[in-house]
């Protein structure tokens, strides 16, 4: 499922030779197919991953500067690679996205009730969100309201933030070309009309392709077992567990919520391996946490589908929203999800 | 005790018996239905069961094929189909037993990853058939794949036995399968 492996060498970074070797056209399309190729075979999903902990770029990111991506639900979404994204024109694109997203409203397509039409869209880079030096910056988009007064508050309210990063997108970085910007990874906040706007004007100048990032149960539980690994100082919240029951006529919902502490030493009796998580580890800790329930409720929570993880480091739904509440991990959290996302794009 | 043999009862004349064992009643009632409904030469008898061992107060002719249902939806019904895997003979599975993992459609709702499928049945050297039990047609053409291995293992079709059709549908698999 995964194709990207964090302890061993993938045999595609050996074998990859530069650009100027070959022909161009046959390189990229060769590229591509190479890489197409050896997942069809059966390479597994990694059995084993890092613990996400403090990147050595961790001194780049400014704690003030990050504070704005916590604490918030972003909606997740895939993006293919940018076609001629340049990172010096983002004034330009500013103009070009405002003056889209005012015609678009007046063509009354995304009309609220009460909505300012006076936004102004800015475009911004964020410094030190990258896994390796390879990774292209992360930059942002935000749409703030041009407030009536010009004197006081210059800066509006923000309507709607989106975002794109990558981190640890080498298995993507490889196989395009130098026109394309990869950025899989898009996280958004706000109105979805507002998504839509901004993804329509990204998939028209870019030539890209949004689309939703579900996560299914297989990788919350892994998210699960990788953020309460994490050593934390204190913990903020409760460690909580979400399963839909499939029964008929209306669904059913179990929450099990666990004292942050406790799981933890649950996953330090779990856990063999320093620095690695494997796939028995995290069955163990979610079979654990199974059979508990089961003595004494006599349900089978393995038959359910787990919807929603929450803990101290982070939480996730499985429809694809986000919610990161811890800045130290801020890396090893979006590394997941940057997986995820070019597991969904190839 | 009660461990399925294949060759502990005599065959009945023109009788082919499949046994389905998974957690999902509804999808493997379905199955059955779409299988009896099969143009068959063969007499079909279809055995439904949540898990192994069966109960031997029953009498119940010699089972030619079993097919042990997973739904990549749930990790309990894998659970369940290892529990029920102890209680099956060792010889049984050249050729008369086979996995059908369902659920692969909907990725969103996967708590199974494929690759844990895969390795059980490479496990259990046995063929892994992957059908979406929900959706109506591919549930009648599974049915109708099913129909014809049970002939085959049942010895109906001339020329043909379960350890043919197991070496057949093996050399499908890729090399790669060795490193696991």
């Not at chain 1, 004197?151 to 990063?165: A, I």
Request: charge should be negative; hydrophobic fraction near 40%.
């Amino acid at each position: 499922m995964d194709s990207y492996d964090a302890s061993e060498s993938t045999p595609r970074q050996s074998t990859s030779l530069r650009p100027e070797d070959y022909f161009i056209g046959a390189t990229f399309l060769q590229k591509r197919l190479e890489s197409v190729r050896k997942q069809t075979s059966f390479i597994p999903t990694p059995p084993r991953r890092k613990i996400p902990h403090c990147s050595q770029l961790q001194e780049d990111v400014d704690p003030q500067k990050v504070a704005f991506l916590l604490h918030k639900q972003w909606t997740l979404y895939s993006l293919t690679p940018l076609y001629k994204f340049s990172y010096s024109n983002l004034k330009e694109y500013s103009r070009l996205l405002n003056a889209f997203i005012v015609a678009e409203k007046q063509k009354g397509l995304a009309v609220e009730v009460g909505e300012d039409f006076n936004v102004k869209v800015i475009f911004s880079t964020v410094l030190g969100i990258k896994g390796t030096q390879r990774d292209p910056e992360a930059f942002l988009v935000q749409i703030l309201s041009k407030s009536q007064l010009p004197s006081e508050n210059r800066e509006g309210k923000v309507l709607w933030t989106g975002w794109f990063c990558c981190i640890f997108g080498d298995s993507l970085l490889e196989t395009v070309s130098e026109d394309f910007t990869c950025l899989p990874l898009f996280l958004a906040n706000g109105a979805e009309s507002n998504t839509a706007i901004i993804g329509t004007w990204f998939q028209k100048t870019f030539d890209c392709y949004f689309s939703p990032l579900a996560i299914n149960a297989f990788n919350l539980s892994w998210m699960a077992a990788m953020w309460t690994a994490c050593k934390m100082d204190h913990y903020v919240a409760t460690t909580e567990f979400l399963w839909s029951v499939p029964c008929s006529p209306q669904s059913l919902d179990i929450s099990y919520a666990i004292h942050p502490e406790d799981a933890k030493a649950l996953w330090d009796s779990v856990h063999k391996t320093p620095g690695e998580v494997t796939q028995e580890e995290v069955d163990l800790f979610m079979d654990c946490l199974y059979s508990h329930f089961h003595r004494h409720f006599k349900i089978h929570l393995s038959a359910t589908r787990l919807v929603r993880v929450s803990t101290s480091v982070a939480s996730a739904h499985t429809d694809g929203k986000i919610k990161i509440l811890c800045h130290k991990y801020l890396i090893g959290v979006l590394a997941y999800l940057t997986e995820l996302a070019i597991f969904q794009i190839e | 005790m009660s461990v399925l043999r294949p060759l502990d009862k005599l065959p009945s004349l023109n009788t082919a018996t499949i046994l389905l064992v998974g957690t999902e009643d509804a999808l493997l009632q379905q199955l059955a239905d779409s299988m009896l409904k099969e143009d068959c030469t063969s007499e079909l008898k279809v055995h439904l069961a949540k898990s192994l061992p069966l109960p031997s107060s029953v009498n119940r002719p010699r089972i030619d094929l079993i097919v042990f249902v997973v739904n990549l939806h749930s990790k309990y019904s894998l659970q369940n189909t290892e529990e029920s895997l102890r209680h099956v003979d060792a010889s049984f599975f050249l050729g008369k037993v086979c996995f059908l993992a369902t659920g692969a459609g909907r990725e969103s709702h996967c708590s199974i990853h494929r690759h844990t499928v895969v390795k059980l049945a490479h496990t259990y050297q046995s063929p892994l058939l992957y059908c979406d039990l929900e959706v109506e047609g591919f549930q009648a053409t599974m049915a109708q794949r099913l129909v014809r291995m049970l002939q085959m293992c049942a010895g109906h079709v001339p020329g043909v036995s379960a350890l043919n059709l197991l070496s057949l549908l093996r050399s499908s698999e890729g090399p790669s399968l060795e490193d696991m």
